[in-house]
T-cell receptor, first 117, second 110 residues
Framework: KAGVTQTPRYLIKTRGQQVTLSCSPI?????VSWYQQTPGQGLQFLFE???????NKGNFPGRFSGRQFSNSRSEMNVSTLELGDSALYLC????????????????FGQGTRLTVV | KNEVEQSPQNLTAQEGEFITINCSYS?????LHWLQQHPGGGIVSLFM???GKKKHGRLIATINIQEKHSSLHITASHPRDSAVYIC????????????FGPGTRLSVLP
């Protein structure tokens, strides 16, 4: 069974550009959550998608957005990139979403390392 | 104050040593997870705990719900155990989204 797949693994972008990252969940998983990891702030929750709908959102500006497709693959987009957006972006998938995840395992992807110059 | 704290922040050990990493949290939780992150960035789930103790190979994880504390132990440590270990909790306070500790960076020297 394939794990959570994130593409691309590495990206270098210039300030002001936009970027799209992709996450394919484990087959059968319908929930995808996105996280940002920086040296200063650690791991922080961005948003969660389930059945093509955003279910939860963390405390990030509107420049960060996402979507989920009918096959459960998810993309996140960051517009008008800033130097501070340089981070490792991780996604995780699960069968269920929200409070139903109380006692579910965590499955993470390898991450996309974004560098903004 | 962060909801999830870990100690120590950094740990260097000699191969074969017994290692303990601690995690304390301040919110009610449904489960606590220990995660391992290697330099490449990907995160692997080691344990999910809601009570008691679990063992997997040389790794042991314990949790004390009353004291809001968990420990991860590594017996007979090996250089391949070098990684960042992250404690994460799921809580109704946060819609069962993960709240992460800051991580403990472990280096095991041969």
């Amino acid at each position: 069974k394939a794990g959570v797949t994130q593409t691309p693994r590495y990206l270098i972008k210039t300030r002001g550009q936009q970027v799209t990252l992709s996450c394919s969940p484990i087959s059968g998983h319908r929930s995808v959550s996105w996280y940002q990891q920086t040296p200063g702030q650690g791991l922080q929750f961005l948003f969660e998608y389930f059945s093509e709908t955003q279910r939860n959102k963390g405390n990030f500006p509107g420049r960060f957005s996402g979507r989920q497709f009918s096959n459960s693959r998810s993309e996140m987009n960051v517009s008008t990139l800033e130097l501070g957006d340089s981070a490792l972006y991780l996604c995780a998938s699960s069968l269920v979403w929200g409070t139903d995840r109380a006692n579910t395992e965590a499955f993470f992807g390898q991450g996309t390392r974004l560098t903004v110059v | 104050k962060n909801e999830v704290e870990q100690s120590p922040q950094n740990l260097t050990a000699q191969e074969g040593e017994f290692i303990t990493i601690n995690c304390s949290y301040s919110v009610g939780i449904s489960a606590l997870h220990w995660l391992q992150q290697h330099p490449g960035g990907g995160i692997v789930s080691l344990f999910m705990l809601s009570s008691g103790k679990k063992k997997h190979g040389r790794l042991i994880a314990t949790i004390n719900i009353q004291e809001k504390h968990s420990s991860l132990h590594i017996t007979a440590s090996h250089p391949r155990d070098s990684a960042v270990y992250i404690c994460a909790v799921r809580s109704d306070n946060y819609g069962q989204n993960f709240v992460f500790g800051p991580g403990t960076r472990l280096s095991v020297l041969p």
